[in-house]
């Protein structure tokens, strides 16, 4: 069974930055392509970063240009690097573990979710 743990949540300001981290349990974490999900009160859980076992990352409009996701394969840990925040990046923001690098439909392994709260 592969487990996923997020850390790193929190309270910032608006123009703050974060950094999530995951830790994935058990041995195959580099075939793994590694997603950030988060899903806010009232709307659907939506992709924000994803990056393939090969290392080609993905982001949505909305972030581009402000997250970063990268994969230490080592540590069997992904990232997920967050500047400029903005209130509207509020939300519960979870780690993802797949076996295919299609990143809509609700596959793999989940974690338990990290809250980030940007809030003057």
């Known amino acids: 069974q592969v487990q996923l743990v997020e850390s790193g949540g929190g309270l910032v300001q608006p123009g703050g930055s974060l950094r999530l981290s995951c830790v994935v349990s058990g041995n195959s974490f580099s075939i793994y392509n590694m997603g950030w999900y988060r899903q806010a009160p009232g709307k659907q859980r939506e992709l924000v970063a994803g990056i393939t076992e090969g290392g080609s990352t993905n982001y949505p409009a909305s972030v581009k240009g402000r997250f970063t996701i990268s994969r230490d394969n080592a540590k069997n840990a992904v990232y997920l690097q967050m500047n400029s925040l903005k209130p509207e990046d509020t939300a519960v923001y979870y780690c993802?573990?797949?076996?295919?690098?299609?990143?809509?439909?609700?596959?793999?392994?989940w974690g338990q979710g990290t809250q980030v709260t940007v809030s003057s």
């Open positions: 993802n573990a797949r076996a295919i690098a299609n990143w809509l439909p609700p596959l793999g392994f």
